[in-house]
């Protein structure tokens, strides 16, 4: 199953880089008008040191086929989270068929931590895993539900990780994670009589620009990190555009409800709907889908 989105609206967070770029693109690749956030507008203003901007993913996504509207957003700021769904109430007449949460503002806490155990490690690691990430996936859901229960449909995907179920980047990190699949669940209990259904969704190792980069790196006292050796094996890599298009198959089913309030892992979802990625490969991804036995 391939994604046919024309004439629905969604909305990316996180989108400047990484996996939401790809989602996004594979959301244009599907017809759908896509809203996307971040910091980095452009390559002139990147908060960090990997590439990308929320202008590259937009060039990217209308190369695609999509419409796409970006939309400088902090996510750690409630206030322009609000402003981001007036912009999209107001520009889409109420409709948002589909919340991708993915924002996320941890990574560079948690390399900065080494794989150190908690209490070793700074008290603001808890706060730099779970703001940008499990509280802003709240904030942008809130907003998004109101609009959705109203027209009685929509999909809220919030991307979580199997770090949540197993021990991979220490406990502020995998904490988040199953809270996030909980957040899903609770979510779906809510919305389900409002035909919105709501999902977490377990993407396995991405080969983002920010893996390639720890990939490549030589960093000093991870051997013992479980999570950080994991990165470093190519084999199993997903691409980002993978999970986008597993994405836009679940935009597109009729029969999404049956999947509410559960945590889907992207390569056995990939497998149901036929999705390859662009180099039309089949993902396998049997080490996340060990990661539940």
Known sequence: MSGN?????????GASRGIGKGIAIALGEA???VYITGRSVNADNSTDSISGSLLETKAAVEKAGGICI????????????????EQIDR????????????????????????GKPFWEADLSLWDA?????LRSHYVASHFAAKMMAQRKQGLIVTISSWGGLAPIFGVAYGTGKSACDRLAAEMAVELKP??????SLWPGIVGTEQFHHLAEENLEGTESNVGVSAIADKFNWETPLFVG?????LGNDPDRMRRTGKVQIGAELAAHYGIVDEYEYRDCQAFCVKSRS
């Open 31 to 33: 017809g759908a008008l």
């Open 194 to 199: 409002f035909n919105v259904a709501s999902i």
């Open 245 to 249: 298009r597993v994405i836009a198959a």
């Open 5 to 13: 989105l024309k004439g629905k609206a969604a909305l990316v967070t």
């Open 91 to 114: 520009e889409q007449n109420g409709q948002l068929d589909l919340l991708v949460n993915n924002a996320y503002g941890g990574v560079r806490s948690l390399i900065d931590a080494k």
């Open 70 to 85: 970006a939309v400088p957003v902090d996510h750690s700021d409630d206030e322009q989270i609000k402003s981001l769904f």
């Open 129 to 133: 895993c779970n703001q940008v990430g």
